[in-house]
């Protein structure tokens, strides 16, 4: 190898460049965030995902991340705490209780849709966001031994050919002006804690309501209020616990006997 000097600088040969590549060739190829960096927990936002498909992810409580093929992302029921790191685009609040919703979102959502109208009106939402359309149907709640009329909406996200409801802070059983409204679902997050919502007998009859492919509980406050709702619903579901909080859920997915999919963390 020959390395000529002039000029102050130094050139190599074409000789001894060729030999460099080969060099450089034959190295291992090094991670692209090598060490504790790359061990860090996993990103909640996937890098793709196929225009049939959506990410799903328990946050915990009520929350979930949604997203999109598009790159859409909204979760539910956001209260500040039980969030992804990144922003998300959009937000649902179904109701006005504490581990629900904030009256301080971050700055960066782009839509915020609260389940009830804080002035005492309805509630109505009716957006589309690129490939993403989300609306809602307001339900009545409890509300110190009366009635909190459309206090709580069920958000209804439809994307990627899948319509998925949020039943929210659910207390009673469906009208059928309720179930018009609703229509066919596919994937339906529904509270279990058998106490604040309704008492898990009644929604159980919800579930019959509303026959979806795919339950997700939530709502739920530790493993046994969730077991006691296994045992009630495994007459008629099939149970599938997953190790990760994640899932990737499309149309050729569903199940063809309805399931309940239990996801990590309450």
Partial sequence: MRIAHGGGRLALGTAAIAVLVQLLAALPALASCPGPVASRAPQ?????????????????HASFLIESPAGVT?????????????TPDIVTMNNAHSTHYTDTPEPGIQHVLRGWDPAGGVAVHNLT?????????????????????????IFIFELADLCIAHLGHLHHVLTPEHLADIGQLDVVMVPVDGTWTMDQGGMLEVIAQLHPPLLIPMHYFGTHTLELFLAKVRATYAVRLSDSASVTLSRATLPTRPEVLVLPGY
Avoid: C, K, M
Avoid at 132 to 137: G, M, S, Y
């Fill in 74 to 86: 909204i979760v539910t029921d956001y209260n500040g705490f039980n969030r992804p790191r990144r």
């Fill in 129 to 153: 966001y690129q490939d993403v359309h989300i609306r809602n149907v307001p339900t009545n709640v409890r509300d110190f031994g009366g009635t909190r009329y459309n206090g709580n909406s």
């Fill in 44 to 60: 909640l936002w996937r890098a793709a995902l196929a225009p049939t498909e959506i990410g799903l992810t328990f946050l915990g």
